[in-house]
């Protein structure tokens, strides 16, 4: 699948160093056999290059993303995008093949190979040939073209997107605008448009057509209007969305009289949507009436968005303006951390990859450079998850008493009664935000029970540590309370893999929220004195 890798050993084993290249701005896949079934798609930018370690083996993938103008040596419009026809053969090009005597190609969709009873037996030509397309055909495709350089195997991966459309509509259109019969006012002596809005089911042979017609009460002698040019949007793989206007100008006392139907029609059938016009009325509330009105409705408004907003008040007073209250008496934990672990490859399309000092001369010496960032201090901070450096450094570097669920609490009892009592024994509650946090009941239900114990005893801090912001606003957690808290509770974003000054600011801010070390110390020797007298 991956031709023969070079092998090296350095100081801790042998190691297998795969070689790939992608083209900026290409989807690309991560081709780490841990996660065949998890891989993430990414968009290739220059600073992905470098080299990536598979977690659970010694595999290493290097790297390179090279300009689309070097990718072979030529380029083709579109070649990133098949379209092909459902219930038929397909066949699905290599970007960059015809510019290489090389027709040895593997394909692959998502990181699964295609399996042989898809394609056509006997092809040769490096496409991918398909026997029969069905809809499940559609998605995004790799091909591995293998070329050696200097005694190096290097893997080409490109990237392909392919739709499947059907050769005729099989629905008649859909009007969405009028919706039915529908009334519009008009000022009379004003021009007035009138707007259809339709969507069409995709089809290779255009057949759709949109018009506008005035007919009397009757929906008879039909009127062909004057109307602009339609209007095409191609929405999604599967539906188009056509818009058409009719113009009426001016309006007259006879148009009131009449009926306005759109007709839309494909090759199934057509549907139709009426609009009848009515004459404007224009009012005015007398002054002494409108005023009072005017000024009730907008204190009823603002109570009603006082009464939203008091959740989000009362959580942002507690987090911000209450910290001098913190005590640590009879609390046996400073922080109890709540994280939830990510796949090994996702913080590629994070860019979280972090480069070498000076950029190695060689492939052998790019793969030998990545194993020693990996066992230096420093590259434990750049490379490895947050999940695994944030507790090492609260516990060993600074010294405060850590509570992990999985770690200091016993098993076999209630998971929610282990987290209300483990946050109660804490100072501080800290979450570790990804999309995979927020997409697990769990981790949810720990962020909950911190908010509400929040604010039923202000004596605990929480903190949000975002580890990958962008891709964890795209998840909305199913409670309510937490939706509101994302917003305003204190927050810090996990810097990894941009400048060192960046990464040592996220460790200064940390710091400084963090408990004060010396109430702790106050309550030891004030433990001590009892025991003492005791």
């Not at 001098?324 to 400073?334: A, P, Q, S, V």
Request: hydrophobic share 35%.
């Amino acid at each position: 699948m991956h031709g023969k890798p070079s092998r090296e050993k350095i100081g801790y084993g042998a190691f297998e160093c795969l070689n790939y290249r992608a083209v900026e701005g290409e989807m690309f896949m991560m081709p780490c056999y841990e996660s065949v079934t998890r891989g993430i798609e990414f968009r290739a930018e220059a600073k992905h290059s470098g080299n990536y370690p598979c977690s659970g083996s010694e595999l290493f993938i290097h790297l390179q993303v090279v300009k689309r103008s070097k990718s072979l040596g030529c380029f083709q419009p579109d070649e990133n995008r098949v379209l092909l026809r459902f219930d038929g053969g397909g066949v699905i090009p290599c970007p960059g093949l015809k510019c290489s005597n090389n027709t040895h190609v593997t394909w692959h969709k998502r990181n699964e190979t295609v399996p042989e009873h898809k394609r056509v037996p006997g092809q040769t030509s490096g496409s991918l040939q398909l026997r029969k397309v069905i809809k499940e055909d559609r998605g995004l495709y790799f091909c591995d073209q293998q070329i050696i350089e200097r005694g190096v195997i290097w893997t080409f991966r490109r990237a392909v997107t392919v739709t499947v459309v059907p050769d005729q509509a099989s629905t008649p259109p859909r009007i969405k605008n009028p919706d039915g019969n529908k009334i519009e006012r008009v000022e009379l002596g004003q021009p007035h448009n009138l707007t259809c809005e339709v969507y069409f089911p995709f089809e290779v042979s255009f057949s759709r057509e949109v018009l506008w017609y005035m007919n009397d009460s009757n929906m008879e002698n039909m009127t062909l209007l004057l109307m602009e040019k339609q209007q095409v949007l191609n929405l999604t793989d599967y539906e188009y969305k056509v818009i058409r206007t009719a113009i009426i100008k001016p309006v007259t006392p006879q148009h009131l009289k009449h009926r306005y139907t759109c007709i839309a029609s494909n090759i199934v059938g057509n549907t139709s949507g009426t609009i009848e016009l009515k004459k404007k009325i224009k009012g005015k509330w007398p002054s002494l009436v409108g005023y009072p009105i005017a000024s009730l409705l907008l204190v009823a408004g603002l109570g009603i968005i006082l009464h939203v907003k008091w959740l989000e008040i009362q959580l942002i007073y507690r987090s911000h303006f209450q910290h001098g209250k913190h005590h640590g008496d009879g609390k046996e934990f400073d922080v109890f951390l709540s994280y939830v672990w990510s796949p090994p490859s996702a913080g590629v399309e994070g860019g979280s990859a972090r480069s070498s000092p000076r950029r190695p001369d060689t492939d052998e010496e790019a793969c030998i450079s990545s194993m020693e960032l990996l066992s230096t201090e420093e590259g434990m901070s750049t490379q490895r998850p947050l999940e695994v450096v944030l507790p090492r450094v609260l516990e060993d570097r600074w010294g405060y008493r850590l509570c992990l669920l999985e770690r200091d609490v016993v098993p076999g009892g209630a998971y929610t009664n282990d987290v209300v009592l483990a946050i109660q024994r804490s100072r501080m509650l800290i979450c570790l935000l990804s999309a995979d946090y927020l997409s697990d009941s769990n981790a949810v239900f720990v962020l909950e029970s911190g908010v509400q114990a929040m604010l039923q005893n202000s004596a605990l801090k929480l903190l949000l540590i975002w580890t990958s912001r962008a891709s964890a606003s795209l998840i909305q957690p199913d409670s309510l309370l937490v939706q509101r808290a994302l917003k305003v509770l204190p927050s810090l974003d996990w810097t990894s893999g941009k400048p060192a000054r960046a990464t040592n600011n996220f460790w200064r801010s940390l710091k400084k929220v963090m408990p004060d070390q010396r109430v702790k110390l106050v309550s030891l020797v004030q433990n001590q004195k009892h025991l003492i007298l005791t």
